[in-house]
């Protein structure tokens, strides 16, 4: 049976074969083939034509990205005798990272390794950014490990300017976000040092006044964006590595959250007004106005910040009440859609081969528990170990005792406990940001567009109309000379 | 009847003329017109974004589609007339078809999405000249992309060290030239630059003179755009310039000087020279083109340190006018601003980094002068050892070039006199940071409360170890710590450190760094009373650095008027300078009832910068 409806089967087919070779002309194959050439000679000559003509203000690029040179060793810079960390700045104010480097040179680290010197240098991430970038793709050996934001590791790691790092197997002491944010095209580039997400401070006793967010002209400016669309319901970012923009899936959720003059709050039965000032906004002038209770005659009751904002609290006195509590609480956000951040530790792709092991065993130490749990009891420093979240929740912990005996500023164990439970809530319900090499430049645009809305200078047309440019600034692709969203808004 | 005249057009309608015919197919001709280019405006713009291929087939399907629904019967004919040929057409269009298809799918598969990584150009220039850089960097980075859209650089736009940091910069690697104590720790000027954007040719001269290898070569062909040093003013007060002399460049600069100072009762601003190489420039032209005496170079020097708002840079000076502006109670400003001319122009179209809505209260008008002095910007590559890269080095040879061809400032009046020289500018520099500036005896009074251990403690250390540039050789500083032992307690000042020159400020940090800050609030006037009883033959300035809750403490009464009153009876204190970390205000902004200086500044620009402009402005107080 099953012969036969093969065998017939076949045979139809070489019948309609035969018809067609039997109609077929020579002529037909002959139109066939000078349609096929026409069109090869039409693409190829508009291929050559859009070039050089397709945009006349653009001149034939006569330049083009330089290679990393193969710098050798003993020209690349460096110090042997030093391992070099560069990093942004030690926001924690009070130098906890610089005390965990001088104990490591004092006391931990092996004789034979070279001391660490810590690099700072910048407090603008951007700066930092763009000086590391620069440094690797001179070639250049000055920097072995990098303290990276998270947002760059992707363009590091993808361009070259970052090693591999092996875990060795012990991946599971981390929270799973942060490590993630380590790991580009399944290879982990980064050892997670510190994590970040948003809180909500409300001051105990006051609920009638404004919400203050950070919406200056900076990434936290493109972070508190995100925030107020995803948590207020509506979508900028999609897929795994969040690279699809989604602005215009929800439309009119999204539009609704940006626009909203209202934030809901941790209890999401409740809202506060938002407060227009935030557009001026960055991390340290919202933690004076919040600790003013005021900005520009309006009273502030609730602020966004991330968790390094409660040391430069609670340490205020002004901040206490006369019983030593606090006068305000942290609560994590109630839903998904606030902003993962923090950093991670890498190692130059160009550090010298004599320097990787001691290398290691520094960033080892960075992120070992000890490191990690005071550098959130006295910095304020988000840990990345689960570990350290365990033994808060257990009712142990660390706190940060000063070596002359004096605590009248630090948080205590029961203040800490309290923080670190709200901030794991938030970090596990934390969303990345785009994992693009490129991400500097949608972060811009991004936040152009946004902060344009706010200021009544951009439409929803212009807003929504976006996305495509959103999607050309992941890929790294550069906006014509009118940019959209520009200063004169559309 | 035959096809023939089945086709032929339809004849005018009887007792209706040709004209009237002619306007009725014209008018609905246009209304059809209209309504297609209505229905297909939203098209056009989807369309012409295709690819040329895509437009093609597009144009040939929606040409077969109306031929097909509008020529039915004229098509069957054509088929049934010529098989052959129709076939043999639709044989031609398959082959293209086809490779349409594979092209499309070549190119799709082919196609990188993402582009390479570009290269990283790092620039520095004067904080007055960022927006109009970032404006021209960010038009380079436009016109250069590769074919697919891909920018060939990115470039970062940050601020130069001020003059007095220059040289140190470039010698030591771009750190900071600090004393730690053999601590590892060390930080950058901010961005480490492959090219910077001088405000003065004579200012890369001057540094090449001094053996500075990492700049690139000298000339004029990197010059790469041009201003002048203007005086800028309200409306208001350059209309009442007028009434005086109707063309101020016509009058000798002294007379214009005199006018506005003397008839109009107006003070000049302008920044620190320490702190900016244009207010720096700017003070040879008040020295020189007032004709003044050498004798009186002091005192014209301590008049504009005290009129000038307290700013380190053009930026911070318009920002502080502007502050002024806006207060209702202070009216029209009665200060005249000594700045490059391009900053008049930013700050009226709101472009000062760093201060929202300039000009929204009073708007600026430049009144130019021949004899202030241009500002000639020129393009320096600075070279790395330890950053060697041909590619990148090329890059940043050809933005120098591009820079030139568009140049800055362009909208700048016309070439005036020549700039100063790099002798002249060694030379002035000489005069006013280290001939002009009175000795100066600093007495640090810092809060060692426990509630300033966070905000203060570090900032401040960190802040004395990066002002050793500001100190001489013959200055001194005493450092002390005002706190109480108890909750309202009485204030105890203790000594932290004796006396330290600039050569031991390494050692002054770290003791304030290693200083408990552990005790109560103590008032800062009861502090005042505590320094001010001393056997000091001269009264010396104080700078005390708290984080404000010490204005909590003055007791029962108005703060001012304790602190007004504890500073004049501290007979050793010839006045008081306020920085506040952590705070966005002052809670004692003014003193009324004393005649010795008070000033109160807050740190929010960064702790060294705040006692920079403290160590430059208290110097003169005597």
């Not at chain 2, 302008?270 to 004709?291: C, M, N």
């Not at chain 2, 807050?602 to 705040?610: P, R, W």
Request: with cysteine.
């Amino acid at each position: 049976m099953t012969t036969s409806f093969w065998g017939s089967r076949r045979e139809r087919v070489m019948r309609i074969w035969a018809g067609w070779r039997k109609s077929v002309r020579r002529r037909h194959v002959v139109g066939f083939g000078c349609g096929a050439l026409l069109m090869v000679l039409l693409l190829t000559w508009q291929s050559g034509l859009s070039a050089g003509l397709s945009q006349p203000s653009r001149p034939q690029p006569t330049l083009s990205p330089p290679t990393v040179p193969a710098t050798p060793q003993e020209h690349c810079g460096g110090n042997d005798a030093e391992l070099v960390v560069a990093t942004g700045d030690d926001v924690s104010t009070d130098g906890v990272q610089r005390k965990m480097i001088d104990e490591w040179n004092d006391l931990l680290k092996p004789p034979s390794d070279p001391r660490a010197k810590l690099l700072e240098l910048s407090g603008s991430t951007d700066v930092a950014r763009a000086q590391m970038a620069a440094l690797a793709q001179a070639g250049s050996c000055a920097y072995d490990i990098l303290v990276l934001d998270v947002a760059w590791v992707t363009e590091f790691a993808r361009h070259g300017y970052i090693q591999p790092i092996d875990l060795e197997g012990r991946d599971d002491r981390f929270l799973s976000g942060p490590l993630r944010a380590g790991q580009i095209d399944g290879e982990q580039y980064g050892v997670p040092f510190a994590a970040d997400a948003p809180l909500e401070y409300r001051r105990r006793g006051g609920r009638s006044g404004g919400y203050l967010l950070q919406l200056d002209d900076n990434e936290m400016g493109t972070i508190n964006f995100l925030e107020t669309i995803e948590l207020g319901g509506g979508k900028v970012l999609d897929g795994d590595d969040r690279t699809a923009i989604a602005l215009d899936h929800e439309r009119d959720s999204t539009w609704q959250a940006l626009k909203s003059s209202r934030r809901t709050l941790s209890s999401p039965e409740e809202s506060a007004v938002l407060l227009r000032e935030s557009l001026q906004m960055d991390e340290d002038a919202s933690v004076v106005a919040f600790k003013e209770g005021e900005i520009g005659g309006r009273t502030v009751s609730y602020m966004r910040n991330w968790p390094i904002a409660f040391h430069q609290l609670a340490s205020d006195p002004r901040m206490r009440a006369p019983d030593k509590g606090l006068m305000f609480e942290v609560h994590a956000p109630a839903t998904h859609g606030g902003v993962l951040g923090g950093s991670v530790l890498a190692v130059s792709q160009h550090i010298k081969p004599g320097k990787l092991a001691p290398a290691k065993r520094l960033i080892d130490r960075l992120s070992s528990p000890e490191v990690q749990a005071r550098l959130f009891a006295c910095g304020g420093y988000v840990p990345v170990l689960t570990e350290v979240y365990e033994r808060y929740a257990g009712g142990g912990g660390s706190v940060c005792q000063r070596q002359d005996g004096s605590d009248i500023t630090n948080p205590s164990l029961s203040e800490l406990a309290t923080l670190a439970a709200e901030t794991r809530k938030s970090i596990e319900l934390a969303r990345p940001r785009p994992k693009s090499p490129y991400y500097a430049q949608f972060s811009e645009l991004f936040r152009r567009c946004a902060r344009g809305v706010w200021e009544n200078k951009v439409s929803q047309e212009t807003f929504f109309a976006s996305v495509g440019a959103l999607e050309e600034a992941l890929s790294g692709r550069v906006q014509d000379d009118r940019p959209l969203c520009g200063k004169e808004g559309t | 009847m035959s096809d023939i005249e089945q086709n032929e057009p339809a004849a005018t309608e009887p007792g209706r003329s040709p004209f009237a015919s002619a306007v009725q197919a014209a008018l609905i001709g246009a209304l059809a017109g209209a309504f297609v280019t209505w229905i297909s405006t939203p098209w056009l713009d989807l369309f012409k974004s295709q690819p040329f291929h895509i437009q093609l087939w597009v144009s040939l399907g929606a040409g077969v589609l109306v031929g097909a629904v509008t020529l039915i019967p004229m098509l069957r004919d054509l088929i049934q007339r010529h098989p052959k040929q129709v076939r043999t057409a639709l044989c031609v269009l398959a082959g293209g078809a086809l490779t349409t298809g594979v092209w499309t799918v070549v190119q799709a598969v082919a196609a990188d999405d993402q582009c390479p990584a570009p290269a990283e150009l790092r620039l520095v220039t004067a904080p007055e000249n960022v927006t109009e850089l970032t404006a021209r960097a960010q038009s380079y980075v436009r016109q250069h992309q590769t074919e697919d859209g891909c920018p060939v650089v990115r470039m970062t736009v940050g601020v130069a060290p001020p003059p007095i940091h220059l040289r140190d910069a470039f010698d030591n690697r771009w750190e900071w030239r600090e004393d730690r104590r053999d601590q590892p720790y060390a930080r950058l000027y901010d961005l480490q630059p492959d090219a910077w954007v001088a405000t003065s040719a004579a200012e890369p001269d001057e540094l090449r003179a001094g053996g500075l290898q990492s700049l690139g070569a000298p000339g004029p062909e990197n010059a790469v755009g041009r201003d002048r040093l203007v005086l800028a003013m309200t409306p208001q007060r350059r209309e009442e310039l007028s009434t005086y002399m109707d063309n101020p460049d016509g009058y000798a600069f002294r007379e214009v000087w005199d006018t506005l100072t003397k008839k109009m009762g107006m003070t000049v601003a302008r920044p620190f020279p320490e702190t900016s190489v244009a207010a720096l420039i700017g003070t040879h032209d008040v020295f020189h083109d007032r004709g003044l005496p050498r004798s009186r170079y002091p005192r014209a020097e301590q008049e504009l340190v005290e009129n000038g708002l307290g700013a380190d840079t053009v930026t911070s000076l318009l920002c502080e006018f502007d502050r002024l502006a806006d207060k209702a109670d202070t009216g029209d400003p009665k200060i005249a601003l000594l700045v490059p001319g391009h900053s008049v122009d930013d700050f009226n179209a709101n472009r000062v980094e760093g201060c929202e809505g300039t000009g929204d209260s009073a708007p600026l008008v430049a009144v130019r002068h021949h004899d202030l002095s241009t500002l000639d910007y020129r393009f320096v590559k600075v070279t790395w050892p330890d950053q060697r890269s041909a590619g990148r080095e090329k890059l940043v040879d050809h933005f120098g070039a591009w820079l030139r061809a568009h140049p800055l400032f362009p909208s700048a009046p016309g070439p005036g006199e020549s700039g100063l020289g790099p002798q002249e500018l060694g030379q002035l520099k000489r005069l006013v940071l280290d001939e002009l500036r009175p000795r100066l005896d600093l007495r640090l009074l810092i809060d060692t409360s426990g509630s300033a251990d966070r905000p203060v403690r570090v900032q401040a250390a960190e802040a004395v170890r990066a002002n050793s540039r500001l100190l001489g050789p013959r200055d001194e500083v005493q450092v002390f710590g005002l706190h109480a032992f108890t909750r309202n307690g009485p204030a105890v000042v203790t000594r932290i450190v004796a006396d330290g020159d600039r050569e031991q400020l390494g050692t002054v940090a770290a003791s304030i760094e290693n200083t408990a800050f552990d005790k109560w609030d103590a008032p800062a006037s009861a502090g005042l009373g505590r320094l001010g009883t001393g056997d000091e033959a001269v009264a010396t300035p104080v700078v005390l650095l708290t984080d404000g809750r010490l204005f909590d403490n003055e007791g029962r009464g108005d703060a001012a008027k304790v602190i007004a009153r504890a500073l004049e009876d501290a007979s050793t204190v010839s006045g008081l300078y306020v920085v506040v970390f952590g705070q966005d205000e002052c809670a004692v902004t003014a003193l009324q009832d004393t005649r010795k200086p008070y000033r109160c500044v807050t740190a929010s620009e960064g702790a060294d910068k705040a006692l920079t402009r403290a160590i430059i402005t208290v110097r003169g107080w005597r």
